[in-house]
């Protein structure tokens, strides 16, 4: 597709408000050293462009645009409301949230506007569009950018009254509201639409029952939630999109973010963009995954809208990025399908809680740093890339489901295990992939099944309306299907699907588990292949009966020695592998091994390579990122050699070798 730009934007967030005007010229110069082409300015400027209810005060963002502009920067606008001026939590302080306690805030911090607060909706909407009138037609304004992360929640009186109005239209009566909560457990029957509250401490929450004594009520509220932040990020994009019908609209979304189903607002989004903060020990692999999830919200590429340089200062250990660590992973970015490469932040902030974060410019002020000379290399390369790999496609065999609902009403289930976690599963199955250099999309349960040739789908523990028959047409024409524990237990008001596990993909999977064994941390229990090899396994145990399927792996230890730990199914002309148990990774590699050769899915590269290797394409061209996340050099696999390595114009030399952080981009 056409991307969005013109050329990767290369910049990031902005406030020369915070400094003197002396310092915004040295900026520009700065800027223009490291090739920087881009700022994201005005995220937190609301208290400076609204000083009161009834002013509003441009003059200083017109003299940083008008600069930005004559140093032809472009501009990432963003619209200020993520963070309310004083004077608005002080007259109304119904803009501020409840929390999960039930205490109402005062002014102070961010992110924090109720998002049912009609003044605060009245004063966003209202900032949004005076600053599209204002900046809306120039043509330095590449992108709009709503508010700032939303997220968090609100547990206040109007949050309540408009649950009601909500749950009204999602199930009409009270009886199929009862019925959806299973109210008659407990005796909660609801017999007045104004006994609903919402569940917090005060209410259903319960700290014993992963926060929640009723799962269907508390889902619930976490779709209302979304949807209530939604409906915010609408309001400012439509106030935008009444003076301005082109610049594409984003806000900065967060990876595996709990709390906002992201594919239902990635629809609303014309670009997603996305912050991403490894920690010094996140797996490079659960951030490709990241990358591949925000790509696959739009099925487009996206934007890095923020990475530190160097370094962060909310985490635990905020270790320095390694000399090339920060342009590997900027690469990674691209190489997964993002157009734009961007920082939190360009200047070093000199007080709050940030100060410690890491800047393009640090608090010494000068280019002769390490982290500056390591974003101007960058810029550099960038610059000569261009625009080739703008807009270009990131093809994938193997799609992994990933469901924002099911991620929530996972993790509210009281039993059978605490430890069980959504992203955790979805990240040990997407490992393997990505440790074999074989591409995955992320896929929403109502995805295009039908372009995959493998779509694994574990802890499938929600299953929606429709997602069975998709499935099943999926698998019977052909496909293949991995899933196992925890999966089909519920429909969407979580309330069991009787019958045995896992429900409505009994039929496919040719099996029916009766009961689920929870292990400690400390306790495992072993599997055993046909071919004898023995491998351990934990967290949780189906005891499954065969019901068509065969058993590939049986449990060998503990009373369910000897019955079904994995399962194969032929169902239609496609397959559907079942494994009822956590496996060890080495398990899991293996059986995934030869499912993947099964269903025809292709590693692009041949030989075993500790690099990361990964494809953008689009018509007749295709580029190739290689990248060293490993400790010790690696050699270059051999289809490379005699390729031309876009960052430094040269043939890739046969068994050429890659130091740690190393990139090529072969194309
Ligand atoms: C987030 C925010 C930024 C900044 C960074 C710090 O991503 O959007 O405003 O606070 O974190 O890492
Ligand atoms: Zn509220």
Request: aromatic share 12%; with cysteine; proline share 4%.
């Amino acid at each position: 597709m056409k991307s969005k730009f013109k050329h990767i934007i290369y910049g990031g967030d902005y406030n020369p408000n915070q400094w003197p005007e002396e310092i915004w010229e040295e900026d520009m110069k700065l800027f223009d050293k490291a090739r920087i082409n881009s700022a994201t300015i005005n995220v937190f400027s609301w208290a400076k462009i609204q000083p009161s209810e009834e002013q509003y005060d441009f003059e200083e963002l017109d003299r940083i645009i008008e600069m930005l502009e004559k140093n032809h920067k472009d501009i990432v606008l963003a619209t200020s409301t993520g963070a309310m001026p004083a004077w608005m939590v002080r007259k109304y302080p119904e803009t501020a949230r409840t929390d999960f306690e039930g205490r109402h805030h005062k002014f102070g911090q961010r992110h924090n506007a109720c998002p049912n607060s009609l003044v605060y909706q009245k004063y966003a909407g209202m900032l949004a569009k005076k600053l599209a009138e204002r900046y809306g037609h120039l043509d330095s304004v590449v992108c709009w950018h709503i508010n700032n992360e939303y997220g968090g929640e609100c547990f206040c009186e109007n949050c309540e009254k408009a649950f009601r109005v909500w749950l009204r239209e999602r199930y009409g009566t009270l009886e199929a509201l009862n019925e959806a909560w299973n109210t008659e457990f407990w005796g909660h029957t609801i017999y007045d639409w104004e006994e609903i509250v919402l569940p917090n401490a005060l209410s259903e929450g319960l700290e014993w029952c992963s926060g929640t004594a009723f799962a269907g009520i508390s889902i619930d509220y976490a779709r209302f939630n979304s949807d209530s932040m939604l409906a915010n990020f609408k309001m400012e994009r439509d106030a935008i999109r009444s003076v301005d019908k082109e610049t594409p609209v984003t806000t900065n979304l967060m990876g595996t973010f709990k709390q906002l189903d992201y594919f239902k607002w990635a629809k609303e989004m014309d670009i997603v963009s996305w912050d991403n903060y490894p920690a010094y020990d996140t797996p490079v692999s659960l951030t490709a995954m990241q990358h591949d999830l925000m790509r696959g919200l739009k099925q487009q590429p996206f934007m890095l809208m923020e990475q530190t340089p160097s370094q962060q200062n909310w985490q635990p250990y905020n270790s320095l990025k390694k000399p090339g660590q920060m342009r590997a992973q900027s690469y990674q970015a691209v190489a997964h399908g993002a157009d734009t490469v961007q920082f939190f932040q360009l200047r070093r902030s000199v007080g709050g809680c940030e100060k410690f974060h890491g800047a393009v410019i640090s608090h010494a002020g000068t280019h002769k740093t390490r982290v500056f000379g390591e974003v101007a290399q960058l810029g550099k390369e960038l610059e000569s890339l261009g625009d080739k790999t703008l807009g270009t496609d990131s093809p994938a065999d193997v799609g992994i489901l990933f469901d924002w609902e099911n991620y929530w009403a996972l993790e509210f289930t009281s039993g059978p295990n605490k430890d069980l976690k959504y992203v955790e599963q979805i990240h040990r199955h997407y490992r393997y992939f990505y440790e074999n250099n074989i591409p995955v999309d992320m896929i929403p349960r109502d995805a295009d099944f039908s372009k995959y040739k493998l779509i694994i789908a574990p802890v499938l523990y929600m299953v929606h309306k429709g997602v069975k028959e998709a499935l099943e047409t999926y698998v019977e024409k052909g496909g293949v299907l991995v899933t196992g524990f925890m999966s089909g237990i519920v429909g969407e008001s979580d309330n069991v699907y009787l019958g045995g596990y896992p429900g409505p993909l009994k039929d496919m999977a040719g099996i029916w588990a009766e009961e689920i064994d929870a292990l400690a941390p400390e306790q495992t229990n072993m599997i055993r292949f046909k071919d004898g090899t023995e491998y351990t396994c934990s967290m949780l145990c189906d005891i499954i009966h065969l019901e068509g399927a065969e058993s590939i792996a049986d449990y060998s230890s503990d009373f369910y020695a000897g019955t079904p730990a994995v399962t194969k199914n032929c169902y239609g002309k496609g397959k559907v592998y079942y494994i009822g148990t956590q496996l060890e990774e080495s398990a899991l590699d293996k059986l995934l091994e030869n499912i993947a050769r099964e269903a025809a899915v292709e590693s692009l590269v041949t030989e075993q390579t500790p690099l990361e290797v990964t494809v953008r394409k689009s018509g007749e061209d295709t580029y190739y990122f290689l990248m060293n996340f490993s400790r010790e050099e690696a050699v270059v696999p051999r289809m490379f050699g005699g390729m031309k390595n876009l960052l430094t114009g040269k043939a890739v030399a046969e068994q050429e070798i890659m130091k740690p952080y190393d990139v090529m981009i072969i194309g």
